[in-house]
């Protein structure tokens, strides 16, 4: 069957881009897509190890509590790209560079 | 031959999960972000229900693509000029970001392959699906009520908190 190690690489394959986009990426929005590719691989180690390691569901209790906090941090993020937009007009991450508005 | 069929639907599934990611990252198009992030949430969802995480998987769909997405969507449009239909974005720092997360993932995959996973107590040599053929939605459920009830009842204040707070932002000055 499927090794742990096949699980362990995907995921840490889909992390090295998540990376690379909030490394690369101009725009706030694709970085928040980015961060939410990272935020996936996490979860797929959590019900790996879960999977493997483990003889209860404690990882994919704690993948559940992963999705509920990815839910705040995209409504949060969303409404300051949102606010930014506002005053900028434009979500360039590079003109955002003022605490006060 | 019957361990051949989700090695397969593995691979297809990590090719789909990481092309779409690539997409993501690097599409020019804002929108097609958008929808190619949708495939890599649906090919999460599917690693999960191979790992017998059925809950999780609904829940993947359910919040992720339902919601975090059309979310996401939505900021797309409240931020960018539609009728301009150019939602190109741009890259920078390609090559020393390209350095960087291919180092990353270069270290990661090394310690994954010297780590003796098998000698750890616990882990298994398993066979999905042959040991654990009901579903564990009724555990997770018993433990988010009895073990995790705290963590539960936290995250539920949290949520509600976030989303006021962000409704509260973004209301326009006149309105407050």
């Known amino acids: 069957m499927i090794p742990l190690e096949w ?37 797929i180690n959590l019900v790996a190890f879960s999977r493997f390691a483990a003889t209860d569901t404690d990882g994919q209790v704690f993948a559940l509590f992963v999705i509920a906090i990815a839910a705040c941090e995209a409504a949060v993020a969303l409404a300051i790209v949102v606010s930014l937009y506002r005053i900028l007009k434009s979500v360039n991450l590079d003109e955002a560079s003022a605490l006060k508005g | ?31 097609h972000s958008g929808f190619a992030l949708l495939a890599t949430f649906f090919s999460v969802a599917a690693f999960y229900a191979m790992m017998g ?13 339902g919601g975090i997405l059309t979310l996401l969507l939505f900021g797309v449009m409240l931020t960018n000029r539609i009728y301009d239909l150019n939602l190109r974005t741009g890259t920078f720092q390609v090559v020393p970001s390209t350095l960087v997360s291919g180092l990353v993932f270069a270290t990661l995959v090394s310690i994954i392959y010297r780590t003796p996973w098998r000698q750890i107590p616990n882990v298994s040599a398993f066979d999905p ?6 579903s564990n939605t009724h555990a997770i459920g018993q433990a988010l009520v009895t073990d995790y009830l705290l963590p539960f009842e936290v995250a539920s204040v949290l949520l509600l908190i976030a989303l006021m707070g962000a409704a509260m932002l973004v209301r326009r000055r006149s309105d407050l």
Request: hydrophobic letters at 65%.
């Open chain 1, 7 to 43: 699980y362990l690489v995907v995921a840490a394959a889909l992390f090295s881009l998540g990376l690379y986009g909030v490394l690369t990426r101009k725009n706030a929005i694709n970085v928040l897509m980015s961060i939410e590719l990272i935020f996936n691989s996490a979860n």
């Open chain 2, 1 to 31: 031959m019957d361990a051949l069929a989700p090695k397969i639907f593995f691979l297809l599934f990590a090719v789909m999960m990481l092309g779409s990611a690539l997409i993501v990252v690097h599409g020019r198009n804002l929108v």
């Open chain 2, 53 to 65: 995480a059925d809950f999780l998987a609904g829940a993947q769909v359910l919040i992720y693509v």
């Open chain 2, 129 to 134: 699906g042959a040991d654990e053929a009901l």
